[in-house]
T-cell receptor, first 112, second 110 residues
Framework: ETGVTQTPRHLVMGMTNKKSLKCEQH?????MYWYKQSAKKPLELMFV???????ENNSVPSRFSPECPNSSHLFLHLHTLQPEDSALYLC???????????FGSGTRLTVV | GQQLNQSPQSMFIQEGEDVSMNCTSS?????WLWYKQEPGEGPVLLIA?????ELTSNGRLTAQFGITRKDSFLNISASIPSDVGIYFC??????????FGTGTLLAVQP
């Protein structure tokens, strides 16, 4: 498999559920990112990992918890989400320079 | 924080027409990138620009890095139905963080 793969593609969860989003990259990149995409808003950067170390947390609520066990895998753990958290969650990876992110297809999350 | 103003927000055109969209910023960027996003998919890189004044083509797409480093435009010539999607500009600074524009929705009528 090549590129950036995200699973699941679609997720519906209740506000009391706990779920995880998974991202895997096969490009040999050193940095990975989580973005949130809501309707009529710019892509919002949530977290940046560089060499498996979190280098940025953009004031994201603690109900979102990222994990980067190695340079190829990135997770976003979700718990007690709110309906306004419903969005497309995109994972991306890049080399050190950060030029030309490669995005996954995203996970469409609906919180009910 | 840094913001990118992308215009127009949407375009509805006939097949065969040329398209132009642009991004402006109050901040200087070191790189400009243009992405296209189709329904149900993540953004896909179309063109990357690394130097002020640079003009780069990718098939029917042409993009330029503004000389002031605060703007960029994307042109699509002779549009076809598969050009439909949302086009995003993105600016890169000294770090590996990209700032994205709000997107231009393009609809092409056959």
């Amino acid at each position: 498999e090549t590129g950036v793969t995200q699973t699941p593609r679609h997720l519906v969860m209740g506000m009391t559920n706990k779920k995880s989003l998974k991202c895997e990259q096969h490009l040999g990149h050193n940095a990975m990112y989580w973005y949130k995409q809501s309707a009529k808003k710019p892509l919002e950067l949530m977290f940046v990992y560089s060499l498996e170390e979190r280098v940025e947390n953009n004031s994201v609520p603690s109900r979102f918890s990222p994990e980067c066990p190695n340079s190829s895998h990135l997770f976003l753990h979700l718990h007690t989400l709110q309906p306004e958290d419903s969005a497309l969650y995109l994972c991306a990876s890049s080399d050190y320079a950060g030029y030309g992110y490669t995005f996954g297809s995203g996970t469409r999350l609906t919180v009910v | 924080g840094q913001q990118l103003n992308q215009s127009p927000q949407s375009m509805f055109i006939q097949e065969g027409e040329d398209v132009s969209m642009n991004c402006t910023s109050s901040s200087i960027f070191n790189t400009w990138l243009w992405y296209k996003q189709e329904p149900g998919e993540g953004p896909v890189l179309l063109i990357a620009l690394y130097k002020a004044g640079e003009l780069t083509s990718n098939g029917r797409l042409t993009a330029q890095f503004g000389i002031t480093r605060k703007d960029s435009f994307l042109n699509i010539s002779a549009s076809i139905p598969s050009d439909v999607g949302i086009y995003f500009c993105a600016g890169g600074g000294a770090t590996n963080k990209l700032i994205f524009g709000t997107g231009t929705l393009l609809a092409v009528q056959p």
